[in-house]
């Protein structure tokens, strides 16, 4: 009784899409032997080294795995400061 | 006559390997072609009770192997149709008495007198699954729409690609379309996105299909239940035909109910 209600309301997230989300997590990870962790480092390093170049913000870095097909991809997205407020600094 | 050999996988336990073997070679055989499967379970077989033949071993396939006997003597006949033949699993060795090659040697023994070899793969990742593999022409990955088993179904289809025995095809069996309705299970898109690979068969649950096994006869044998016609379409797809998948989700509640009424009255 409580599943319609839960429906109507609309506030209950289907159990079906919980699968689907944590499966395309845990697939990820299975597929490329990458663990969360391990993704993270590999982060830290990236902003490391780019930094050493150029300005970047390194809390907007965003780091992640992309699936096309059966072909896992790592998809880096990293914001460069404008050059303006680089001089201004 | 060049047979095909057609592995049944999956990864994970009791998804319904053994029944899917059991009912696509009695589709296959209805279809006039001449069809012979391999139990590849060594230790654990049971496509010989799923098929209702285990009073007929004298031979199983640990003795062809070994030599003990020829390919014919251990195949049993299943009187039921035409041109269907079971060699059934050693139940009292274990997989290390099988070596792939020893399986691609089997298969192309007996090639040239089938249409069809099917291969009922053990669970696991391990030499079972290996064995069962190393002769297929196309490699079967059967799921249930459940987190466990998608993702056992992911890494044995990585593996088939890894052994160049790619792009399995998956069998989704087992789904509740009710529940898929209600969003309380995965849908088959769910499950192709997540995948990635080309579905082959969509096999509702369906009680007809434990009743099939109970009597050691596989569904398909006989003409009336939803799984029956899903094995068919499979085997239909498998010959090179074009069978549009149903939308089970259309029909709703109505037609299952109508489907019950017809059973309880039928008996």
Same mark, same amino acid.
């Given at each position: 009784?409580?599943?319609?209600?839960?429906?109507?309301?609309?506030?209950?997230?289907?159990?079906?899409?919980?699968a689907k989300e944590r499966l395309k997590l845990v697939l990820i990870h299975d597929r490329t032997d990458l663990s969360p962790s391990v993704l993270e480092d590999l982060k830290n390093e990236i902003i490391e080294v780019i930094s050493r170049h150029i300005e970047i913000d390194p809390?907007?870095?965003? +780091?992640?795995?992309?699936?096309?097909? !059966?072909?896992?991809?790592?998809?880096?997205?990293?914001? +460069?400061?404008?050059?303006?407020?680089? !001089?201004?600094? | 006559?060049?047979?095909?050999?057609?592995?049944?996988?999956?990864?994970?336990?009791?998804?319904?390997?053994?029944?899917?073997?059991?009912?696509?070679?009695?589709?296959?055989?209805?279809?006039?072609?001449?069809?012979?499967?391999?139990?590849?379970?060594?230790?654990?077989?049971?496509?010989?009770?799923?098929?209702?033949?285990?009073?007929?071993?004298?031979?199983?396939?640990?003795?062809?192997?070994?030599?003990?006997?020829?390919?014919?003597?251990?195949?049993?006949?299943?009187?039921?149709?035409?041109?269907?033949?079971?060699?059934?699993?050693?139940?009292?060795?274990?997989?290390?008495?099988?070596?792939?090659?020893?399986?691609?040697?089997?298969?192309?023994?007996?090639?040239?007198?089938?249409?069809?070899?099917?291969?009922?793969?053990?669970?696991?990742?391990?030499?079972?699954?290996?064995?069962?593999?190393?002769?297929?022409?196309?490699?079967?990955?059967?799921?249930?729409?459940?987190?466990?088993?998608?993702?056992?179904?992911?890494?044995?289809?990585?593996?088939?690609?890894?052994?160049?025995?790619?792009?399995?095809?998956?069998?989704?069996?087992?789904?509740?379309?009710?529940?898929?309705?209600?969003?309380?299970?995965?849908?088959?898109?769910?499950?192709?996105?997540?995948?990635?690979?080309?579905?082959?068969?969509?096999?509702?649950?369906?009680?007809?299909?434990?009743?099939?096994?109970?009597?050691?006869?596989?569904?398909?044998?006989?003409?009336?239940?939803?799984?029956?016609?899903?094995?068919?379409?499979?085997?239909?797809?498998?010959?090179?035909?074009?069978?549009?998948?149903?939308?089970?989700?259309?029909?709703?509640?109505?037609?299952?109910?109508?489907?019950?009424?017809?059973?309880?009255?039928?008996?």
């Amino acid at each position: 009784m409580t599943g319609w209600l839960e429906r109507i309301i609309g506030n209950k997230n289907k159990s079906a899409d919980e699968a689907k989300e944590r499966l395309k997590l845990v697939l990820i990870h299975d597929r490329t032997d990458l663990s969360p962790s391990v993704l993270e480092d590999l982060k830290n390093e990236i902003i490391e080294v780019i930094s050493r170049h150029i300005e970047i913000d390194p809390d907007k870095v965003k +780091i992640n795995m992309n699936q096309e097909g !059966r072909e896992q991809r790592l998809i880096a997205d990293i914001p +460069i400061l404008p050059a303006r407020r680089r !001089r201004a600094r | 006559m060049t047979g095909i050999v057609v592995t049944v996988t999956s990864g994970k336990g009791g998804v319904g390997k053994t029944t899917t073997t059991a009912n696509l070679a009695v589709a296959l055989a209805e279809r006039g072609q001449k069809v012979v499967c391999i139990d590849g379970d060594i230790g654990l077989r049971n496509l010989d009770v799923v098929m209702g033949l285990e009073n007929r071993i004298v031979y199983d396939l640990v003795d062809v192997i070994e030599g003990r006997c020829r390919v014919r003597q251990a195949m049993i006949r299943d009187k039921r149709l035409p041109e269907l033949y079971l060699i059934p699993a050693a139940q009292t060795r274990d997989k290390s008495a099988v070596s792939p090659s020893d399986m691609v040697h089997l298969c192309d023994d007996i090639r040239q007198e089938f249409d069809w070899i099917l291969i009922d793969s053990p669970a696991g990742i391990e030499r079972g699954f290996r064995n069962a593999i190393a002769p297929a022409d196309i490699v079967l990955v059967i799921t249930n729409p459940e987190v466990s088993a998608v993702r056992d179904a992911d890494r044995i289809i990585g593996l088939v690609e890894a052994e160049e025995k790619g792009p399995a095809r998956l069998i989704l069996n087992r789904v509740n379309f009710d529940m898929v309705r209600r969003g309380d299970m995965l849908a088959s898109e769910d499950v192709l996105d997540l995948l990635a690979v080309e579905l082959i068969g969509l096999v509702p649950e369906d009680e007809a299909v434990m009743i099939g096994t109970n009597r050691g006869q596989p569904i398909t044998l006989a003409d009336r239940s939803q799984a029956a016609r899903a094995f068919r379409s499979i085997a239909l797809r498998l010959m090179g035909e074009d069978v549009p998948f149903e939308d089970y989700r259309k029909n709703g509640n109505f037609l299952k109910k109508i489907t019950n009424l017809f059973k309880q009255g039928g008996g």
